[in-house]
Nanobody
């Protein structure tokens, strides 16, 4: 049974940092592209980062490049998102997503709120 469970979301001040974690089970994350996406109520989904299954190459949109870093622990089958210099516009529900020709499995999400 495929399952992904995110954790690490919190309330943080602007300029602060958080590390999100995604515990995957039922599949090997190395065999898939894995994504972090976020959603703000009333707005669409925004791609935040992705990591290649085979070589671990990471990709980011301009909105988070240089501030966010995606990584994985193959032994633990976990995906991470290190977020630095957080801004109020980073406030969203963050999801860990498996990509298999499309987004096919999602976690339940973890809330990140950036506010003073």
């Amino acid at each position: 049974q495929v399952q992904m469970v995110e954790s690490g979301g919190d309330l943080v001040h602007p300029g602060g940092s958080l590390r999100l974690s995604c515990a995957a089970s039922g599949f090997n994350i190395r065999r898939y592209w894995m994504y972090w996406v976020r959603q703000v109520p009333g707005k669409g989904l925004e791609w935040v980062s992705s990591i290649s299954g085979d070589n671990g190459a990471a990709f980011y949109p301009d909105s988070v490049k240089g501030r966010f870093a995606i990584s994985r622990d193959n032994g633990a089958n976990r995906l991470y998102l290190q977020m630095n210099n957080l801004k109020p516009e980073d406030t969203a529900l963050y999801y860990c997503v498996r990509y298999n020709g499309g987004y096919d499995y999602w976690g339940q999400g973890t809330q990140v709120t950036v506010s003073s």
